[in-house]
T-cell receptor, first 112, second 112 residues
Framework: DSGVTQTPKHLITATGQRVTLRCSPRSGDLSVYWYQQSLDQGLQFLIQYYNGEERAKGNILERFSAQQFPDLHSELNLSSLELGDSALYFC???????????FGPGTRLTVT | GQQLNQSPQSMFIQEGEDVSMNCTSSSIFNTWLWYKQDPGEGPVLLIALYKAGELTSNGRLTAQFGITRKDSFLNISASIPSDVGIYFCAGAGGTSYGKLTFGQGTILTVHP
């Protein structure tokens, strides 16, 4: 158990819909990262937050957004969903933005 | 952008054998990490390397940070059935603060 929690574990929704994925980092970690894992693209970095502020951005679509709240939990919002958004979404956390990132169990999103 | 080439893509070995896998990059990284992912779970951090030439062990696992800073190697000695899974290398550093770039993964199968 990494100490990172993610909810929900599974999510099935229809195209065009909007969903919110939630992540709670390890106790004491200030940085939260979001990654997408798909069969064709592998593990891809989406975005990083550090203590409530956006720190780095990857190839995150404009339809996707994230935020980190004062209690340090984070949410990833995915809107206008397309079939191609079906993937595993992982949250990871680290102590102060260093590279040793600890991953949660992931949310499996299926868009039908 | 930065790309990591991980090889081999898959390995089928007998229990007790040693395993080697590697990762090469088109550009320099300041940090190399190795993760293992079991089906339906998030990646688990195995080893982190911070200095060129560094050799680090974690039980039966040994990893090295290449001298050129463009490659890394992971060795598993005396493999056991629970070593089965997907092993990922990840690189970080430079302008990609906090962001991990992952290899495509090596699928390891261990026959008892």
């Amino acid at each position: 158990d990494s100490g990172v929690t993610q909810t929900p574990k599974h999510l099935i929704t229809a195209t065009g819909q909007r969903v919110t994925l939630r992540c709670s980092p390890r106790s004491g970690d200030l940085s939260v990262y979001w990654y997408q894992q798909s069969l064709d693209q592998g593990l891809q970095f989406l975005i990083q937050y550090y203590n409530g502020e956006e720190r780095a951005k990857g190839n995150i679509l404009e339809r996707f957004s994230a935020q980190q709240f004062p209690d340090l939990h984070s949410e990833l919002n995915l809107s206008s969903l397309e079939l191609g958004d079906s993937a595993l979404y992982f949250c990871a956390s680290s102590a102060d933005g260093d590279y040793e990132q600890y991953f949660g169990p992931g949310t499996r999103l299926t868009v039908t | 952008g930065q790309q990591l080439n991980q090889s081999p893509q898959s390995m089928f070995i007998q229990e007790g054998e040693d395993v080697s896998m590697n990762c090469t990059s088109s550009s320099i990284f300041n940090t190399w990490l190795w993760y293992k992912q079991d089906p339906g779970e998030g990646p688990v951090l195995l080893i982190a390397l911070y200095k060129a030439g560094e050799l680090t062990s974690n039980g039966r696992l040994t990893a090295q940070f290449g001298i050129t800073r463009k490659d890394s190697f992971l060795n598993i000695s005396a493999s056991i059935p629970s070593d089965v899974g997907i092993y990922f290398c990840a690189g970080a550093g430079g302008t990609s603060y906090g962001k991990l770039t992952f290899g495509q993964g090596t699928i390891l199968t261990v026959h008892p």
